[in-house]
Structure formats: structure tokens, C-alpha cells
């Protein structure tokens, strides 16, 4: 069974840093692209970063530049390196692992960053 799990989140003064980490079972990121979504209290859950299996990288406005998403294929995981942290970046994270396909779609199951003073 596939599973993936998050950990790192917790409460960060603003201006501070978190590294989530997504550890998957088996191949799951070699399977297509590995995202990191977050959801705010009231709103959609929205996509800020993707890594591909060769690498590559995309990521949201909201967090260009201030976010890096990596992958360590050694440890089947994928990583979120938050700096800069503003109080907006408070939400639940969470990862996502899916086929190219779309036909497998595997979510962990989320982890709390909170921002505040």
C-alpha cells in the first residue's frame, strides 16, 4: 500500500524557516510529479510547488523565491524548505504523489505551519 507522510510543520516566528519532509513508500516519485499543496482555513487547497522525477522544478508566485522544493531519492523523500515565512503561509501542507497519467493519486496526510508572532 502506498503511503506517504509528512512531518516538519509546526509554529514559526514570522521571517523564520521549516523543512517539511514527505517520506513515500516505494517508487512513488518516480511514478510522475510530486507536489506540495496547502490549504488555508475557508479556502482551496492550491498547489505551490512540484518536483518531477528528473528534477524539475515549479513553483507559485506566492512562494517563488522563498521556497525550495527537493527530493533525496536515496530516502524516498521529498523536502519543502521554507524561509522567509509570513504570517499568509500559515495553512495545513500537504503532499501529493501522482502517475502521469492521473490514474494514481496519493495524498499524505497534511501537517499544520503556523506563522505568528
Known amino acids: 500500500q502506498v503511503q506517504l507522510v509528512e512531518s516538519g510543520g509546526g509554529l514559526v516566528q514570522p521571517g523564520g524557516s521549516l523543512r517539511l519532509s514527505c517520506a513515500g513508500s516505494g517508487g512513488i516519485f518516480n511514478i510522475g510529479p510530486t507536489g506540495w499543496f496547502r490549504q488555508a482555513p475557508g479556502n482551496q487547497r492550491l498547489l505551490i510547488a512540484t518536483?518531477?522525477?528528473?528534477?524539475?522544478?515549479n513553483y507559485a508566485d506566492s512562494v517563488k523565491g522563498r521556497f525550495t522544493i527537493s527530493r533525496d531519492n536515496t530516502k524516498n523523500t521529498v523536502y519543502l524548505q521554507m524561509n522567509s515565512l509570513k504570517p499568509d503561509d500559515t495553512a495545513v501542507y500537504y503532499c501529493?504523489?501522482?502517475?502521469?497519467?492521473?490514474?494514481?493519486?496519493?495524498w499524505g496526510q497534511g501537517t499544520q505551519v503556523t506563522v505568528s508572532s
Open positions: 501529493n504523489a501522482r502517475s502521469w497519467n492521473g490514474v494514481q493519486d496519493h
Open positions: 518536483i518531477t522525477p528528473t528534477g524539475n522544478t
